[in-house]
């Protein structure tokens, strides 16, 4: 049985940069490139260090939202599936430490 699965996620990252608005637009494209599908915004970013350089580092707090499709038995297995495909599109980029949670009753 075909499920949609609507999951948020969170975290944070580090990176450099040529100023907030550039570490603004990495984070998002990147998670644009992880799960196209997904809305990505970014709520925070502040400079890791005092002074001005051409390139800095950016503490950046970010949410990204979106559905996931899925074939599974139960709503349950659907749930575990689409944070499993999330885990994995996730896994070995700056993002994979994002905290996942499924928006509830969002299942089809």
């Known amino acids: 049985m075909q499920h949609l699965v609507a ?3 969170a975290g944070r990252v580090e990176l450099a940069a040529y100023g ?3 570490a603004e637009h990495q984070v998002e ?7 196209p599908e997904a809305a ?8 890791s260090e005092g002074g001005s350089r051409i390139v800095e580092e ?19 297995e659907a749930r575990k599936s689409a944070l499993r ?3 994995e599109r996730f896994t070995g980029s700056r993002f994979e430490l994002v905290t996942w ?8």
Not at 29 to 35: S, T
Request: a positive charge.
């Open 101 to 108: 949670d499924v928006v509830p009753s969002a299942t089809a």
């Open 40 to 47: 990505a915004q970014v709520l925070d970013v502040a400079r």
């Open 58 to 76: 950016f503490r950046i707090r970010y949410r990204v939202q979106g559905t996931v499709a899925v074939t599974a038995p139960t709503e349950d």
């Open 29 to 35: 494209k990147e998670l644009r490139a992880l799960w």
């Open 85 to 87: 495909v999330l885990r």
């Open 20 to 22: 907030l608005a550039d």
């Open 7 to 9: 999951l948020r996620g």
